[in-house]
T-cell receptor
Framework: GAGVSQSPSNKVTEKGKDVELRCDPI?????LYWYRQSLGQGLEFLIYFQGNSAPDKSGLPSDRFSAERTGGSVSTLTIQRTQQEDSAVYLC?????????????FGNGTRLTVT | GQQLNQSPQSMFIQEGEDVSMNCTSSSIFNTWLWYKQDPGEGPVLLIA?????ELTSNGRLTAQFGITRKDSFLNISASIPSDVGIYFCAGRSRGGTSYGKLTFGQGTILTVHP
């Protein structure tokens, strides 16, 4: 597609429920990234994929967070047993590769609210 | 881990004024990027820098990759109301499992008064 697409754009869930956030990267981009942005804060790295593998998942806050990528394209970020502190905007980005001259292109994010 | 210190945290300026913001890092980066984020949207790339000492312009925006590879600045000349938003610096380092990811600064909130 023309840009990185994320769905849903907004998600309200009750504490304790599981949620799945989806990211469709730009066609042909092999690298995919998930970041989290809390209100008024910078971007916190969660995980990135090169193809279908995740060389760096060091930013996942806890074992309630997991992500997968299939077919070198779509990625899903899953949060189990959501907590109120999980409320944030979850941003996905993709890049042509991970080499230096491959800037990240971001989607508009999924705003998650845990009540 | 890697940390980026971005300053100032916020700026309130008059239309037509020039703006300068910068980022410093505790470690070396081989790529510096500057992004702008509008409300409800994802960050959009403004300028990319790939070489120490590089000075790059994009319209009224100018950014430089510091010689030490631990800092970068962004200047905006003759600001206009649509420059309002949050500006982020981001750095990417070489090597290891962190090779691909960007580390972001905390952002500079820019307000432009007409």
């Amino acid at each position: 597609g023309a840009g990185v697409s994320q769905s849903p754009s907004n998600k309200v869930t009750e504490k304790g429920k599981d949620v799945e956030l989806r990211c469709d990267p730009i066609s042909g981009h092999t690298a995919l990234y998930w970041y989290r942005q809390s209100l008024g804060q910078g971007l916190e790295f969660l995980i990135y994929f090169q193809g279908n593998s995740a060389p760096d998942k060091s930013g996942l806050p806890s074992d309630r967070f997991s992500a997968e990528r299939t077919g070198g394209s779509v990625s899903t970020l899953t949060i189990q047993r959501t907590q109120q502190e999980d409320s944030a905007v979850y941003l996905c980005a993709s890049s042509l590769g991970t080499a230096g001259r491959s800037p990240l292109h971001f989607g508009n994010g999924t705003r998650l609210t845990v009540t | 881990g890697q940390q980026l210190n971005q300053s100032p945290q916020s700026m309130f300026i008059q239309e037509g004024e020039d703006v300068s913001m910068n980022c410093t890092s505790s470690s070396i980066f081989n790529t510096w990027l500057w992004y702008k984020q509008d409300p409800g949207e994802g960050p959009v790339l403004l300028i990319a820098l790939y070489k120490a000492g590089e000075l790059t312009s994009n319209g009224r925006l100018t950014a430089q990759f510091g010689i030490t590879r631990k800092d970068s600045f962004l200047n905006i000349s003759a600001s206009i109301p649509s420059d309002v938003g949050i500006y982020f610096c981001a750095g990417r380092s070489r090597g290891g499992t962190s090779y691909g990811k960007l580390t972001f600064g905390q952002g500079t909130i820019l307000t432009v008064h007409p």
